[in-house]
DNA sequence: CGCACATGCTCATGCGCATTAGCAAGGAGG
DNA sequence: CCTCCTTGCTAATGCGCATGAGCATGTGCG
């Protein structure tokens, strides 16, 4: 095993002290009086001998390292979750390549009854500049205790709580404007199939929803799949006598679809159905519902570019980033919304 | 921000020396001579205060971490690619979660003309352990130089070169078998459509492949369709009178289908066709092409597994692992191969 | 000709930890 | 009572790097 290059070495070969190596690699140009000749010998030695620095020596006499720590809530690859992490990483990655951060992924974090806990790992945080969380819901108070340290973080997805940096995605005005189509198409009653409302994002689109349509005094009964089977939703519409069932959830609002088609229920033109998310991955065979989409790829993205900017200041010439920011989503018109007819 | 807890710190709160405070977390039990009394009350102190090492000191001071590098040539996450990274980042995950591991992303090498490089200036390889090497192709110099500077790697993927310990899919049995099923099927005149053979997994498969397909005297064409047209195979096909096409990538197998199904040819009756290799993401409309069927989470986590033991040392009870160890494949049936017909 | 000042570099130090050498105190053995 | 060994601890050092202080030169100016 060869010796590892230090500064140390690569001075010896260029004449010089391992200060001024350091000086050449890294000194602002004002404090550092280094004329050129001697920087291009040092210059060459370091491209000879292919040296890197020690990012542990770095961070250790005080660096930053762009190492940016990425805490996934569940495990973040496995297919069942990939649909919703896949994007979000996909425009952290990105965002990260062009800042030239590297990603560390806490996955000593052992997923417990399907969650993993921040503070039982809080060892390895520190290693990161910083970390972005990623989750459909969190534990305020981890979230708080973690904010109190000090210690700089992002959330993907808006959380409740002070002090909080984020980046969401405004569920609540989009969720809002779907529920002004269904207005419009002139249906009077609905039934809605969220997700648990422990997530932010759930009770946004919830709020956004509902208190459109309750300002138009259209009827919603609510229902969560979690505690009612298929069967109970779809007896639900029935004895509400809705016109139009709104979903949460994509991969639910497609199990309705079949159970809709199986009870020989046609979809828009004997119930409508308008979906507040979409699958990440476009199936082959999806149906194409009224639905939102959200921009998720953009939304990892986002939020490096805040914990990035965060960590290392504002740009001169840009303008700060807000600390919490909406990015919106837009709005596919879709095939399952269709005008409202007696039943 | 409150100031970080150092080992110093626990030392004057227990009344200790700093020496002893590591020394009671992580002295040899012969070395050490901590009185239990001693232990407790520095083991208190620790408790209360939530100290945890930096792992930046701990790896300048020759320690490892429990971090192990993540290398992808190209992006990990977008969907173009997340078809071959998704399902070995999922058996990393689950090994590394396992061993109480986290990895990190080596994001921040940007990628040039679609690949990256590993030994960049800034690279920070050298925060991790070791570092687990993930892409269809690798530049053999670069891994060479890996090697010899003793940093610790394992590639994903069979490699040629000295000294590269890997783990790989054992293409080479798992095609020969193949072929040896369209020998027993009476097929005599074959195509093969590759990718490029500058990958050995690549290049395991032809070999397995073209030399039992041979060694019985069928005829094999080859064909890249980086190189030509998908009507010039279809054309190659008909001119080299071939029964059966076999298709080292599902994708372009797809593709040719299809092309086929245009063409008003059908598979299998009028041509069989045989894939080596299998999409990751089961689709709703899938063919069910004769195939192949590598175990790719396995392979991941294999890997994952045979790096911390490079870092680690070979567990007591257990056996070492190979260096450098073949996964057998999975042959499928599937409904694209039928007896040869003359033509 | 002497002083101020800029230029080009080096010395020394510390980041937080692990580790080696070794010191002081006490007990056993002769 | 002196030696030798054990026990219980600490001082000192180095890992590789960044950085503030400072030391020689040279250069301009009165």
Same mark, same amino acid.
């Given at each position: *095993?060869?010796?590892?290059? /230090?500064?140390?070495?690569?001075?010896?070969?260029?004449? +010089?002290?391992?200060?001024?190596?350091?000086?050449?690699?890294?000194? =602002?140009?004002?404090? !550092?009086?280094?004329?050129? #000749?001697?920087?291009?010998?040092?210059?060459? +030695?370091?491209?000879?001998?292919?040296?890197?620095?020690?990012?542990?020596?770095?961070?250790?006499?005080?660096?930053?390292?762009?190492? +940016?720590?990425?805490?996934?809530?569940? $495990?973040?690859?496995?297919? %069942?979750?990939?649909?919703?992490?896949?994007?979000?990483?996909?425009?952290?990655?990105? #965002?990260?390549?062009?800042? &030239?951060?590297?990603?560390? *992924?806490?996955?000593? @974090?052992?997923?417990?009854?399907?969650?993993? =806990?921040?503070?039982?790992?809080?060892?390895?945080?520190?290693?990161?500049?910083?970390?972005?969380?990623?989750?459909?819901?969190?534990? #305020?108070?981890?979230?708080?205790?973690?904010?109190?340290?000090?210690?700089?973080?992002? /959330?993907?997805?808006?959380?409740?709580?002070?002090?909080?940096?984020?980046?969401?995605?405004?569920?609540?005005?989009?969720?809002?404007?779907?529920?002004?189509?269904?207005?419009?198409?002139?249906?009077?009653?609905?039934?809605?199939? $969220?997700?648990?409302?422990?997530?932010?994002?759930?009770?946004?689109? !919830?709020?956004?929803?509902?208190?459109?349509?309750?300002?138009?005094?259209?009827?919603?009964?609510?229902?969560?799949? =979690?505690?009612?089977?298929? %069967?109970?939703?779809?007896?639900?519409?029935?004895?509400? &006598?809705?016109?139009?069932?709104?979903?949460?959830?994509? /991969?639910? !609002? %497609?199990?309705?679809? #079949?159970?809709?088609? !199986? =009870? &020989?229920?046609?979809?828009?033109?004997?119930?409508? *159905?308008?979906?507040?998310?979409?699958?990440?991955?476009?199936?082959?065979?999806?149906?194409?519902?009224?639905?939102?989409? @959200?921009?998720?790829?953009?939304?990892?993205?986002?939020?490096?570019?805040?914990?990035? %900017?965060?960590?290392?200041?504002?740009?001169?010439?840009?303008?700060?980033?807000?600390?919490?920011?909406?990015?919106?989503?837009?709005?596919?018109?879709?095939?399952?919304?269709?005008?409202?007819?007696?039943?």
């Amino acid at each position: *095993m060869a010796p590892r290059v /230090t500064q140390q070495r690569i001075a010896e070969l260029a004449g +010089v002290s391992q200060t001024t190596v350091s000086l050449v690699l890294n000194g =602002k140009e004002d404090s !550092a009086r280094i004329p050129e #000749a001697t920087r291009q010998r040092v210059l060459d +030695v370091i491209n000879e001998t292919t040296y890197v620095a020690d990012p542990a020596a770095r961070r250790l006499a005080g660096q930053a390292n762009n190492l +940016v720590g990425i805490f996934t809530y569940e $495990h973040a690859f496995p297919s %069942e979750t990939s649909d919703f992490y896949t994007p979000l990483l996909t425009g952290i990655e990105s #965002a990260a390549e062009q800042l &030239g951060v590297d990603l560390l *992924m806490f996955t000593s @974090a052992p997923v417990v009854d399907g969650r993993r =806990k921040i503070l039982h790992e809080r060892s390895r945080l520190r290693l990161a500049d910083g970390c972005l969380l990623l989750g459909r819901e969190m534990d #305020a108070d981890e979230l708080q205790q973690l904010s109190e340290s000090g210690y700089p973080f992002v /959330t993907v997805g808006r959380r409740d709580g002070e002090n909080i940096r984020w980046v969401g995605l405004d569920y609540k005005s989009a969720s809002a404007d779907l529920a002004s189509r269904i207005i419009e198409a002139g249906h009077r009653r609905a039934v809605y199939v $969220h997700l648990s409302l422990n997530a932010e994002s759930s009770r946004d689109r !919830a709020d956004g929803l509902i208190e459109r349509l309750s300002s138009s005094d259209v009827a919603v009964e609510t229902a969560q799949l =979690k505690d009612v089977s298929v %069967e109970q939703v779809l007896d639900l519409v029935v004895s509400a &006598g809705a016109t139009v069932l709104v979903v949460e959830d994509p /991969t639910e !609002a %497609e199990t309705l679809h #079949a159970a809709l088609r !199986a =009870k &020989g229920i046609a979809v828009p033109s004997q119930l409508s *159905m308008v979906v507040l998310g979409e699958r990440s991955r476009p199936q082959d065979q999806a149906i194409d519902f009224t639905r939102l989409s @959200a921009p998720r790829i953009a939304l990892g993205a986002a939020a490096m570019a805040l914990l990035h %900017e965060t960590l290392n200041g504002v740009d001169e010439a840009e303008e700060g980033l807000p600390e919490q920011q909406l990015l919106p989503c837009a709005l596919i018109d879709g095939s399952t919304l269709a005008q409202a007819t007696a039943r």
